[in-house]
């Protein structure tokens, strides 16, 4: 192989999403060197697409407390988040949400001036009761667009150094002590690679939402931070949480923010019932995701569906009236409207259930640093490697994630990650350590195979079958005959993958490629997610099994850790100690 | 339906050509990325951007029928039989519909888009009206798509000093904020012949643009805002 052109850099940022640019920002205000690497350029990252809001209680309009906050997100979990992890988050949630607000963000307000706040699903008062809080700090239904250009906007402030269309490829690791030492990756205008060298190397990479057929989640979401873990040897974690919003356009799966039922819209089946009265007496429509799901699948599974194959429910909403909606919901108007063929202001939106977020991904502890297993412990860091947003595992979101806890996530974890990097760069000795031998051959050994091959099976065809098995075998109700049906085909499909052809040769710009680079990461994250689902015996958040429909605390209440190698699982211990306050014990989850 | 699609690999062509594609349309085809997409999954050499294919992340602004829009919110049904794609006018193509929009977001970074608030912030939110945020309404909604600077004929003759419609409307942006504390400077920048007063409101840029803003009204305030200034 040929040797790479490195380029030094203090510290790596893998994803210009809100994780990503919210870390460098932090490093370039430390006056760091960093490089952010993105796909897409910045303000295109998933981020953008967030709706209802971001969580923080900040009480504008309604009492509110971080501990309210924490006992919610807990339960939301299902008691499988680390609850140091949670209180940490909740207890800087004011911190970030009004840092945003001093850069410039655009929120919402309320007449006293302050940011506005908007009710959403599991984010109760005092403790679960039925007073829902007001929580969501909002701006209309483009919360995510207004922070993602936000962060945008302070890192050209700051002077951070993009590499804009550059796609990573693979993590490089000291051989000697497993230390992460930066990454490869390719720059798509010119197809040339080259190495990061770096002295703490974030993942920042998001989702992996693509591995289903019916997705909220943007092309880009194949998982790339996750295969590069994968194949680094580096476990994946609970993959099997996957959630599923309630509210995606029926057809097109685009997202229809849980912000409607917020501001007071609600679910209706094919009798006009408000048939979440039945599921969730106190919350209603505002329960956790993963419960209005499995309701919203129930109730077209037992007839009463809409629409002429009774396959979709209805979001009312025109009882909001038009200044509402205009005010409050413009975007999902402006969707429902194109996707829908629907008014919202006259008519309901047809929605189901659509994958929209991985609770799972690489392990890491709430200061960004991914851990892993060895020797005796289950959580050892690894060197020089950082994980933060939704390609990170912290674990705060357990078996389930709580509505406007993912913008959260990102900015908190975001920044934590930042300062942590900071801190480590400043801690090691001024020279970066020298590259291993043969760094960079395995991502050239993957594109030299690409360029080589002259036939095989096109890259659409193998996605389309990837997506297909995970939507049938892996969804909303999981079975356990289609789970190791599930599992088998997966293992068929990652096979295929590894011999798929591209047409494409050019070096310029080859969209064919990529595609193909992000269908073999991809494929480790359905892998993991389909492995994970089969080996777990009970139903805890978004995993619901016919089989065992029931939590089990005493053998299941752990995290799952998944390998690529020989899909190898492993489990670890649930961090059930906050840091400062008491446990919340794990009781029966009704909302 | 029929795509004619403009190609271009600097790699491997002479001059860049418009090539047929037939694309067999499913009902669950609704818009033109799907269409394009299809078409790329019978010549997966096709290069375009795209992403959230819900026009929110403006990724896949393209030329259609001549007119610029995204590909995703771009109805088929609204389409004719024969649609010609080619990439945005006025930018140097990197390869088929993918344009280097370098020169576009030079100009976005030069307009200083972030919020200057010199004096410390408080503890809790800088305080804001409802009013006050009302005036950001059609301003911050802007993705960057670059439909409108690329319809404009200013731009298009002077794209390195002529700030152009999407740079134009994230300055209204910032000077329309109530928390911003910047506008005479940045109003002291656009006052040039050329970074603000290229704009002869020919208005193609409301006219493309695909999230129904309006920055030649914005364009129209700041040139208030410098009038008003002087007497």
Redesign the interface.
């Known amino acids: 192989m040929s040797a790479l052109p490195v380029r030094r850099f203090d510290a790596v940022v893998v994803g210009a999403g809100g994780s990503g640019m919210r870390a460098a920002l932090e490093l370039a205000r430390a006056d760091l060197k960093v490089a952010v690497l993105t796909k ?2 910045p ?4 981020t ?2 967030a709706q209802g809001g971001v969580a923080a209680p ?1 009480a504008n309009s309604a009492e509110d407390n971080w501990h309210w906050h924490m006992y919610d997100t807990v339960k939301g979990s299902d008691y499988l988040g680390d609850q140091d992890a949670i209180e940490y988050m909740c207890r800087r949630a004011n911190e970030v949400v ?1 840092e945003l ?4 963000m ?10 506005y706040q908007r009710p959403f699903g599991g984010h109760t008062q005092n403790y679960g009761s039925a007073k829902m809080a007001m929580r969501a700090c909002a ?1 209309a239904d ?1 919360t995510g ?2 922070m993602l ?1 936000t962060l945008y ?2 890192n ?2 700051a002077n951070t150094q993009f590499f804009v269309e550059w796609m990573a490829l693979d993590l490089i690791r000291d051989p000697q002590d497993g230390a992460v030492l930066g990454v490869a990756a390719l720059e798509m ?1 010119s197809g040339a690679v080259s190495i990061f060298l770096a002295k703490a190397t974030l993942l920042a990479t998001g989702g992996s939402g693509r591995m289903f057929h019916s997705s909220t989640n ?3 979401n194949t998982g790339d931070g996750l295969g590069m873990a994968a194949r680094a040897g580096i476990p994946l974690q609970d993959m099997e949480f996957y959630q599923f919003h309630p509210t995606g356009v029926y ?2 799966g ?2 229809i923010t849980e912000g409607v039922r917020g501001e007071g819209g609600y679910l209706l089946n094919k009798d006009g019932e408000r048939f979440m009265e039945r599921y969730a007496p106190n919350a209603k429509d505002l329960a956790s995701r993963d419960v209005v799901s499995r309701a919203m699948t129930t109730e077209i599974k037992e007839g009463r569906g809409c629409g002429p194959d009774a396959d979709h429910v209805l979001l009312k909403l025109d009882h909001l009236g038009p200044e509402v909606i205009n005010q409050r919901l413009p ?1 999902i108007r ?2 429902s409207i ?2 829908a063929n629907a008014d919202p202001v006259r008519e309901a939106i047809p929605v189901v259930p659509t994958a929209h977020y991985q609770m799972g991904g690489i392990p890491a502890n709430y200061l960004g640093q991914v851990v892993a297993p060895e020797g005796a412990s289950p959580e050892a860091i690894v060197p020089g490697l950082y994980a933060a947003g939704e390609c990170s595992c912290v674990s705060v979101h357990g078996g389930n994630r709580l509505g406007c806890n993912s913008l959260l996530d990102l900015l908190v974890f975001g920044k934590s990650s930042g300062e942590q990097m900071a801190k480590d760069i400043r801690a090691l000795p001024r020279p970066h350590r020298s590259l291993p031998q043969g760094a960079g051959d395995a991502s050239q050994a993957r594109l030299a195979r690409l360029d080589a091959a002259v036939s095989g099976e ?3 065809e193998v996605a389309a079958d990837l997506r297909r098995t995970m939507q049938a075998h892996c969804g909303v109700f999981r079975f356990p005959d289609m789970l190791a049906a599930g599992v088998a085909k997966m293992q068929a499909i990652a096979a295929r993958a590894g011999r798929v052809c ?3 040769k ?7 490629r990529i ?1 193909a680079l992000e269908l073999e990461n991809l494929v480790e994250a359905a892998l993991a997610t389909v492995v994970s689902a089969e080996a777990r015996r009970e139903s805890r958040g978004a995993q619901s099994r016919a089989d065992f429909p029931e939590r089990d605390d005493a053998n299941w209440m752990k995290h799952t850790l998944w390998y690529k190698e020989a899909s190898r699982l492993e489990y670890k211990p649930v961090h059930l100690k906050p840091m400062t306050v008491e446990s919340f014990a794990p009781k029966a989850r009704t909302y | 339906m029929k795509l004619s699609i403009y190609r271009y690999d600097p790699d491997q062509d002479a001059k860049p050509a418009l090539r047929d594609y037939e694309v067999q349309l499913e009902h669950s085809d609704r818009m033109l990325l799907d269409a394009l997409i299809k078409a790329k999954a019978q010549d997966d050499s096709i290069a375009f951007r795209r992403s959230c294919r819900e026009g929110v992340c403006g990724s896949d602004a393209i030329n259609i029928n001549g007119k610029n829009g995204l590909a995703c919110i771009t109805r088929i049904a609204d389409l004719p039989e024969h649609v010609t794609l080619r990439p945005l006018p006025g930018l140097p193509v990197i390869r088929d519909l993918i344009v280097d929009m370098t020169q576009f977001f030079k100009q976005y970074h030069s307009i200083q888009p972030y919020l200057v608030n010199p004096e410390a912030p408080p503890e809790r939110e800088r305080l804001q009206s409802p009013r006050e945020r009302e005036a950001l309404d059609g301003l911050y909604e802007c993705i960057l798509c670059a439909c409108c600077s690329t319809s404009c004929p200013s731009f298009w003759w002077n794209p390195d000093k002529f700030v152009g419609p999407a740079g134009l409307l994230q300055a209204y942006r910032f000077i329309a904020d109530s928390r911003d504390q910047a506008t005479s400077a940045r109003l002291d920048d656009l006052e040039d012949p050329y970074r603000l007063f290229r704009c002869h409101s020919i208005m193609n840029c409301v006219d493309a643009c695909p999230k129904g803003l309006n920055p030649t009204r914005a364009i129209g305030k700041i040139k208030e805002m410098m009038v008003k200034r002087t007497v």
């Open positions: 897409v350029f303000t295109r990252s998933h953008v697409a900040l009004i607000e001093h850069m410039g655009p929120f919402d307000r309320l007449e006293s001036g302050r940011i701006v483009r667009h207004a250009h906007q302070q050209v402030r205008e943007a092309f880009i057809g097109a685009v997202l975007g402006e969707i194109k996707f096109r890259v659409a591209i047409a494409d050019s070096k310029v710009f080859n969209t064919a595609e």
